[in-house]
């Protein structure tokens, strides 16, 4: 009875054992895929969390390399102070300190009100920036997620310490005959106009920028000369020509306008007036010489993304240059003054320094010793030039400023290389230095920096010399700024009272 329906129960019975299994199996496959995702969430989740961490110490790095930077840069203050303290007479000691001062305290005030709104605001015809009054668009979370992201806070601290140093330079130009509220109009001018809007061309989205020369609606950059990727636009790493030669140039044009001091010029000779303590220009310069790695190092503007190697090689070439030119300098005082000047060392030194602050990361090592040799010629043929046109510089502002300034504008063209230039990060691949065209560029961009702080920084000092006078009568000069400006009868009396 059974020999029909065994076999098929059988059947069943294999069919449903089958069945088990597979819904078994798939049980585990659920379990072991539920598994899986959840273990992959939480990696996502370790990975998320890991490259946060790294973006905010990147991000912090970076902060910080840019706050320290610019605290060096600002200490260069110190060194100006102790150069031109030294380098002019004892009776007008104090003046020289406080103009240093006032300097670093007017640009904090001005650049902060307007000056960094006309240097890195959005541009109005490539000319000059329309940001913010009062940094205004910098506050708390500007940048988005405060542990991987800048706020802005950092940059204008770091542009605040170039923005006195530019107004610094002047103060040697016209010390020893100058009113003390003539030089602080200056100051505050300088700030708030004259220099930013130079940093606006070169370092901003101005005509002349290597950074996004007046971008068009679409984002576009419009650099000198093709206004594409073909040209770079003028190149200034760390300011010969936005810092330097607006400080040089401005200076020489002081100097001319207040006039030489009493008794330097007599009968169209040159009379010597020496400062009265070398120990204090040595100083001064080798502060300075320190301070000019967070200068040029520091214009790197960050540490990651290989820009550590760059800042290296930028201390590199910024050695060179210095000792090239110190060596250079020393030479020459020997060969033409027939003897080891100190004084002309120093400013040798200062000369290297501003020759390679331009082109510093995108030349190398061997181009810049060349540049510091060249800059201190550069210098002394200026020194002399001025000494038979008789216009006097104190602290020869305008051969190491203005005339070395515009060496290294123009050397970059020369030496620059365009896999340097790539290495230092500039935006666009090209040919320009082989081709030639960066030259014409670094020409075009020197001149016109040139030409506007010649004549803004004219128009300033002869309006106020027509207005009011910026000189002091001669019984103030030759009893003193320190007394009549100040109170005191020198920087030891005024010390010890």
Not at 264 to 284: C, E, S, Y
Request: aromatic share 12%.
């Amino acid at each position: 009875s059974c020999q029909f329906s065994c076999p098929n129960g059988r059947s069943s019975s294999k069919m449903a054992g089958s069945t088990a299994t597979i819904a078994a199996m798939n049980a585990r496959m659920d379990m072991l895929q539920g598994y899986l995702e959840s273990n992959m969430t939480a990696l996502h989740a370790e990975v998320a969390a890991a490259q946060h961490t790294a973006d905010s110490a990147e991000s912090s790095l970076d902060i910080s390399w840019i706050i320290l930077c610019g605290s060096i840069v600002f200490f260069m203050q110190a060194g100006f102070s102790m150069l031109e303290a030294g380098a002019v007479t004892e009776k007008n000691v104090i003046n020289i300190l406080f103009k240093n001062i006032m300097d670093a305290s007017i640009a904090g005030i001005f650049f902060w009100a307007f000056g960094y709104a006309v240097a890195y605001g959005p541009t109005y015809g490539g000319f000059i920036g329309t940001g913010e009054v009062f940094i205004l668009d910098i506050h708390n979370s500007a940048g988005g997620d405060v542990a991987t992201s800048s706020d802005g806070w950092e940059g204008w601290f770091f542009q605040w310490a170039f923005a006195g140093t530019a107004a610094t330079i002047v103060s040697g130009s016209v010390a020893e005959r100058t009113k003390f509220h003539a030089y602080l109009i200056y100051s505050a001018i300088c700030a708030t106009f004259i220099y930013p809007v130079v940093v606006h061309w070169v370092w901003g989205s101005g005509f002349l920028s290597a950074w996004g020369a007046m971008p068009d609606a679409e984002g576009n950059a419009h650099p000198l000369f093709s206004g594409t990727s073909a040209s770079n636009g003028m190149i200034d790493f760390a300011g010969s020509g936005v810092v330097h030669m607006v400080g040089g140039v401005s200076g020489l044009v002081g100097a001319m306008v207040v006039g030489p001091r009493t008794g330097r010029f007599v009968d169209g000779k040159l009379q010597p007036i020496p400062g009265h303590n070398t120990v204090m220009q040595a100083l001064g310069t080798t502060i300075l010489w320190f301070g000019w790695y967070g200068f040029n190092c520091g214009s790197t503007l960050m540490l990651s993304g290989g820009a550590a190697n760059l800042a290296g090689k930028v201390a590199v070439t910024t050695t060179l240059s210095a000792t090239s030119a110190c060596l250079t300098a020393t030479l020459i005082s020997h060969f033409f003054e027939k003897t080891f000047d100190i004084g002309i060392a120093l400013n040798g030194i200062l000369a290297g320094l501003v020759g390679v602050t331009a082109c510093c990361s995108v030349v190398d090592p061997w181009h810049a010793v060349i540049i510091g040799f060249v800059a201190s010629f550069v210098y002394y043929g200026a020194r002399n030039l001025l000494f038979r046109l008789q216009v006097d510089d104190p602290l020869d502002a305008f051969p190491l400023h203005g005339c070395c300034g515009f060496w290294s504008v123009l050397a970059t063209g020369i030496f620059c290389t365009d896999v340097n230039v790539q290495y230092a990060a500039y935006p666009n691949v090209n040919t320009a230095c082989a081709s030639g065209e960066q030259f014409g560029v670094q020409i075009v961009g020197g001149l016109i920096i040139f030409i506007w702080s010649f004549t803004t920084s004219g128009l300033l000092f002869l309006g106020m010399h027509k207005s009011f006078g910026i000189r002091v009568s001669e019984e103030v000069e030759l009893e003193g700024l320190d007394k009549s400006e100040h109170g005191g009868g020198g920087v030891w009396e005024w010390g010890n009272r």
